[in-house]
Structure formats: structure tokens, C-alpha cells
């Protein structure tokens, strides 16, 4: 992601959501260190990286730099069993982040 904007557009939250995927970001500290990270509760797989893409959103001045010419790997694996229930997810992200989920869940905001 690229540094926060400069200059009167800085003082203004962004009011964007972000879909990040964390798996192929890249963020500089202080930034991330403003915002709430991931949820670690969100063990069952599915909603962290949305939900911080949603916080990230609210930083004043966000931007968010894609890179088209940047390459990743992931290294081929089965699924976790850990990941395998990301409806249980959904419910912790209701019940701890309701305006989140009431803005992409239910009001299908993007």
C-alpha cells in the first residue's frame, strides 16, 4: 500500500473499502500500527483481511497503490482445517464488528 496522501485531502477519512487480500500486501509499519490489524479471533477462516481493508479505509487520507507489474507464489497446500468453517467467522465479525458487517454483509457495500 502506498504511504497516506499529503495536503488537504490528508485531514478527510477516505471513506473506502479497501478488499485487501493480506496474503499479498505489503504495508509500511507506522501505517499498519494506525490501524486495528487483523482480528485474531477470525480463526475459521474468511473476513480478516475485509475487515482490515475496512479499517484501513477509515485512516484519514488511505490510498492503496495496486501493482500490476509485482509477482506472487503461493505455495500449493491442502486446506487447514482451521479454515474450513468461515461461517463461524461471520458470526464473531457480526457480533464484534457490527457496522462492518451490516455495510458488507448485509447492505453488500464494496
Not at 475459521?44 to 507464489?73: C, I, T
Amino acid at each position: 500500500m502506498a504511504p497516506l496522501r499529503t495536503g488537504p485531502s490528508a485531514q478527510l477519512g477516505s471513506e473506502v473499502f479497501y478488499q485487501v487480500a493480506g496474503g499479498n500486501m505489503a504495508i509500511v509499519k507506522n501505517i499498519f500500527q494506525r490501524t486495528p490489524g487483523f482480528d485474531e479471533d477470525l480463526i475459521y477462516g474468511g473476513g480478516e483481511d475485509l475487515l482490515f481493508g475496512h479499517n484501513y479505509g477509515k485512516l484519514p487520507g488511505a490510498s492503496v497503490y495496486f501493482n500490476r507489474q509485482m509477482e506472487s507464489w503461493q505455495i500449493p497446500h491442502p486446506p487447514s482445517p482451521a479454515h474450513a468453517s468461515p461461517q463461524k467467522s461471520w458470526e464473531i465479525v457480526k457480533d464484534k464488528h457490527p457496522e462492518f458487517y451490516e455495510a458488507y454483509i448485509v447492505k453488500g457495500l464494496r
